[in-house]
């Protein structure tokens, strides 16, 4: 996903002259080839998120499309003030691009996990989140939104490889894009985390269960009258996301059972406690966090059994 970014910004920038990358000593392998075309428009600011912030909110104010480039968990947690006070207080278009959010640094500890950055970016009002879940929908999500008028927080995966063929790289701001058979089970997903989602409806259709699987890629704008719309035709409602249970997808979509007065249960998979302790690759990590496939599977035929 990290070249699909890298990808789409060269071809924006090639035709839009505004737009301009920083990185904070990150993206090795990813963001030379922009560095080598666009070199007055490309600046490393060295491991300083916060400075890199500033000179985004600068450049944003002379009329830059600025994309400030780091870790998800380095990106979002130690310039919060910054951009909470910067970009988002004066709607200025600064982009924020978090890499590898949840378990994809697994094997680099607590540090480097983003497992609560899409909450401290959804709060923020006036502040895009999009959250692609493939290479294809982050082509999509970064043309179809680079130019809007206010900040954006993109939440973009590392792994290049990854493909959901069902989601067909489709891409719409503030909707849903449903990508499997609707059933009695809806898995709400968002972000790379969703290929799980996508595997574990299909153990539980094995199961003799019908579940459908819905991508959940912009958190903000909400695409509450979607989620409405989803909600109202199933009897359990499970989210699936690579981040803390509370505040992010989960957090979002029990806001709208609660806020419509719907009857619609809901289960929300994500990471419950801190990972402290160990480390690992991010299939072991989401294993251990109850965000494989068939973990996810087994707890919601937990929850259906009679």
Same mark, same amino acid.
């Given at each position: 996903?990290?070249? *699909?970014?890298?990808?789409?910004?060269?071809?924006?920038?090639?035709?839009?002259?505004?737009? /301009?990358?920083?990185?904070?000593?990150?993206?090795?392998?990813?963001?030379?080839?922009? @560095? $080598?075309?666009?070199?007055?428009?490309?600046?490393?600011?060295?491991?300083?998120?916060?400075?890199?912030?500033? !000179?985004?909110?600068?450049?944003?104010? @002379?009329?830059?499309?600025?994309?400030?480039?780091?870790?998800?968990?380095?990106?979002?947690?130690?310039?919060?003030?910054?951009?909470?006070?910067?970009?988002? $207080?004066?709607?200025?278009?600064?982009? !924020?691009?978090?890499?590898?959010?949840?378990?994809?640094?697994?094997?680099?500890?607590?540090?480097?996990?983003?497992?609560?950055? !899409?909450?401290?970016?959804?709060?923020?009002?006036?502040? $895009?989140?999009? /959250?692609?879940a493939d290479p294809a929908q982050?082509?999509?999500?970064?043309?179809?939104?680079?130019n809007l008028p206010g900040p954006?927080?993109?939440?973009?995966?590392?792994?290049? $490889?990854?493909?959901?063929?069902?989601?067909?790289?489709?891409?719409r701001l503030g909707r849903v894009?449903?990508?499997?058979?609707?059933?009695?089970?809806?898995?709400?997903?968002?972000?790379?985390?969703?290929?799980?989602?996508?595997? *574990?409806?299909?153990?539980?259709?094995?199961?003799?269960?019908?579940?459908? /699987?819905?991508?959940?890629?912009?958190?903000?704008?909400?695409?509450?009258?979607?989620?409405?719309?989803?909600?109202?035709?199933?009897?359990?409602?499970?989210?699936?996301?690579?981040?803390?249970?509370?505040?992010?997808?989960?957090?979002? /979509?029990?806001?709208?059972?609660?806020?419509?007065?719907?009857?619609?249960?809901?289960?929300?998979?994500?990471?419950?406690?801190?990972?402290?302790?160990?480390?690992?690759?991010?299939?072991?990590?989401?294993?251990?966090?109850?965000?494989?496939?068939?973990?996810?599977?087994?707890?919601?035929?937990?929850?259906?059994?009679?």
């Amino acid at each position: 996903m990290r070249q *699909a970014f890298a990808q789409a910004l060269m071809e924006l920038a090639a035709a839009d002259p505004r737009v /301009v990358l920083l990185t904070a000593d990150l993206g090795f392998g990813v963001l030379e080839k922009f @560095a $080598a075309a666009y070199p007055d428009r490309f600046f490393n600011v060295g491991v300083a998120e916060a400075n890199m912030i500033g !000179l985004a909110t600068g450049l944003a104010e @002379a009329g830059c499309i600025p994309f400030a480039y780091s870790i998800a968990t380095f990106a979002t947690l130690r310039p919060y003030d910054q951009f909470r006070n910067g970009p988002v $207080a004066h709607q200025l278009p600064v982009r !924020l691009v978090g890499i590898g959010g949840g378990f994809e640094y697994g094997h680099n500890g607590l540090t480097h996990l983003g497992l609560e950055d !899409l909450a401290l970016m959804r709060v923020q009002p006036g502040l $895009a989140t999009i /959250v692609p879940a493939d290479p294809a929908q982050t082509g999509a999500a970064l043309k179809a939104t680079y130019n809007l008028p206010g900040p954006i927080y993109y939440r973009i995966g590392k792994n290049d $490889a990854l493909h959901l063929p069902e989601l067909e790289g489709r891409f719409r701001l503030g909707r849903v894009e449903v990508v499997g058979e609707a059933g009695e089970v809806l898995l709400l997903a968002t972000g790379a985390i969703a290929v799980e989602a996508m595997a *574990a409806a299909k153990l539980l259709r094995q199961a003799g269960i019908r579940a459908g /699987v819905a991508v959940v890629s912009s958190l903000r704008p909400e695409p509450t009258a979607d989620l409405q719309e989803l909600l109202a035709c199933c009897t359990l409602a499970v989210t699936v996301e690579a981040h803390y249970v509370s505040g992010g997808l989960g957090s979002l /979509v029990a806001e709208v059972i609660a806020d419509s007065g719907m009857a619609c249960r809901l289960l929300r998979c994500g990471v419950q406690a801190m990972p402290v302790g160990a480390s690992g690759s991010e299939a072991y990590m989401n294993h251990l966090h109850g965000l494989s496939s068939a973990a996810i599977a087994e707890r919601i035929l937990a929850a259906i059994a009679p």
